[in-house]
């Protein structure tokens, strides 16, 4: 079955530690995604990638870091820059940039 | 900048009631509207969407028209179920500039079903 997966589903980090988040499709998609949901709040855009090899900021990229190495994989580190960590977080994969995203289905992490 | 807007929750409905969850936008242009849908502690599922002025998206027995004057695109079910219960978004997706196909995402609507 083609789908997203994100592992791991919690993650628990303390105080400045950096930590990576994992997310991998196997969708044959181009374009890759991370948002950041908070509690009653809709989703904001970490960063994004429309190609292997090429990844642009979002909304809300500082404390973040991201690699896209293979078409597969579009991992997410969470710097201990990142002043509030403790969210869940969402991958995202589409065919190209205007096509419908297919989500995973989140890490939640939580910062001891 | 663009931005969406939808009505607070939650909304707490018994089985077989009708649903609207109101959401208006603001945007340059004309952006694609969509539905997501998000079940208790899952990611999110495209319920359904609109590319173009008039346009009606349906799923599931969900529907939204995409309303340019009126800058809407309203979620509406005839008889919601138990199994309906969950986090409702609505977002854009601009069809310009350096945004063209990134989502923009409301705060979401909690709805409740109960039986």
């Known amino acids: 079955d083609g789908g997203i997966t994100q592992s791991p589903k919690y993650l628990f980090r303390k105080e400045g530690q950096n930590v990576t988040l994992s997310c991998e499709q196997n969708?044959?998609?181009?374009?890759m995604y991370w948002y950041r949901q908070d509690p009653g709040q809709g989703l904001r855009l970490i960063y994004y990638s429309q190609i292997v090899n090429d990844f642009q900021k979002g909304d809300i990229a500082e404390g973040y870091s991201v690699s896209r190495e293979k078409k597969e994989s579009f991992p997410l580190t969470v710097t201990s820059a990142q002043k509030n960590p403790t969210a869940f977080y969402l991958c995202?994969?589409?065919?190209?940039?205007?096509?419908?995203?297919?989500f995973g289905p989140g890490t939640r992490l939580t910062v001891l | 900048g663009d931005s969406v807007t939808q009505m607070e929750g939650p909304v707490t409905l018994s089985e077989e009631a009708c649903l609207t969850i109101n959401c208006t936008y603001t945007a340059t242009g004309y952006p694609s509207l969509f539905w997501y849908v998000q079940y208790p502690g899952e990611g999110l599922q495209l319920l359904l969407k609109a590319t173009k002025a008039d346009d009606k998206g349906s799923n599931k027995g969900f529907e939204a028209t995409y309303r340019k004057e009126t800058t809407s695109f309203h979620l509406e079910k005839g008889s919601v179920q138990v199994s309906d219960s969950a986090v409702y978004f609505c977002?854009?997706?601009?069809?310009?500039?350096?945004?063209?196909?990134?989502?923009?995402f409301g705060k979401g609507t909690k709805l409740s079903v109960k039986p």
């Open positions: 969708l044959n998609h181009d374009a």
């Open positions: 995202a994969s589409s065919s190209d940039r205007t096509s419908s995203k297919f």
């Open positions: 977002a854009l997706s601009p069809n310009y500039g350096g945004s063209q196909g990134n989502l923009i």
